[in-house]
């Protein structure tokens, strides 16, 4: 009899200690799914930062994944990208990118009245009417042309305060060498997507990474781009301009939907 109640009692202090580890598991598990002050303080500092900075040359390497199709067989193939963005607030902008196929490139033009895209091989290109301000001329391509432009985030990053409310979690991650900079690396989860930062440490708090994995496939692809600034950058008068190359042919951008 001795020994039964041993062995229950026992059991019952092992039990005891696994529902306290539990508990305590639970307790570490809800505080890491609360977003760290620290972490989204510091994406309103990269966003607020970012508002100053007027003129710059940004050049970023990023790769791509994408779901190939073949059949039945769905394979992840990630694909390259070069990207150089030129930009003078508020009104013009230049983005040239190359890679995902070989030979091919895609440059954007705003000069603050007009919209162009121009790609390579073909020399085919599109001009639409603009708005004044690449901040509008970000949403105007998105709701009228379904066009996203190129490295947009880094304007809207953080900038919206109702998109920082899908944030579930955030946290801090440590410190890393990134282009010879010391940048704070951050990790957020949202309910279909996990995104990574790398931030700038210091006074100019600029991104050095992003990484975005999309949780709402099955494959969960992920984009990464990293980030070289130029904040103190020459720029010909003529950058913004789109010139028609000879025997390049004209098309037109067909709008999504009525936005009337």
Same mark, same amino acid.
């Given at each position: 009899m001795t020994t039964i109640f041993a062995k229950l009692a026992l059991c019952a202090a092992v039990a005891g200690a696994l529902c306290s580890m539990v508990s305590a598991s639970a307790k570490e598990t809800a505080t890491a799914h609360k977003p760290d002050p620290a972490a989204m303080e510091a994406l309103a500092k990269m966003s607020a930062?970012?508002?100053t900075v007027k003129q710059f040359v940004l050049d970023v390497d990023s790769t791509t994944d994408q779901i190939m199709v073949d059949g039945k067989t769905a394979?992840?193939?990630? =694909? *390259?990208?070069?990207?150089? !963005?030129?930009? &003078?607030?508020? +009104?013009?902008l230049k983005a040239d990118i190359s890679g995902g196929a070989p030979g091919s490139s895609r440059h954007a033009y705003f000069d603050g009245k007009h919209f162009t895209l121009y790609t390579e091989p073909g020399?085919?290109?599109?001009?639409?009417?603009?708005?004044?301000?690449?901040?509008?001329?970000?949403?105007?391509?998105?709701?009228?042309?379904?066009?996203?432009?190129? =490295? *947009?985030?880094?304007?809207? !990053?953080?900038? &919206?305060?109702? +998109?920082?409310?899908?944030?579930?979690?955030a946290a801090y991650l440590g410190d890393e060498t990134i282009n010879g900079a010391t940048c704070s690396h951050y990790a957020y989860h949202e309910k279909s997507v996990d995104w990574q930062l790398w931030v700038q440490k210091g006074d100019k708090p600029l991104p050095c990474k992003l990484n975005i994995v999309t949780l709402s496939d099955k494959e969960r692809p992920q984009y990464t781009a990293i980030y070289r600034w130029n904040l103190n950058p020459e720029i010909g008068n003529?950058?913004?301009a789109f010139s028609a190359p000879?025997?390049?042919?004209?098309?037109?951008?067909?709008q999504v939907k009525d936005t009337q």
């Open positions: 930062y970012m508002q394979q992840l193939v990630q =694909l *390259s990208h070069t990207t150089k !963005l030129t930009v &003078n607030r508020p +009104d013009h020399k085919y290109y599109a001009t639409v009417p603009a708005p004044a301000t690449i901040k509008e001329l970000i949403s105007d391509l998105g709701d009228k042309y379904g066009i996203e432009l190129p =490295l *947009s985030d880094i304007f809207t !990053l953080g900038a &919206n305060s109702d +998109d920082m409310k899908r944030v579930l979690s003529g950058a913004f000879e025997n390049a042919r004209e098309i037109k951008i067909v």
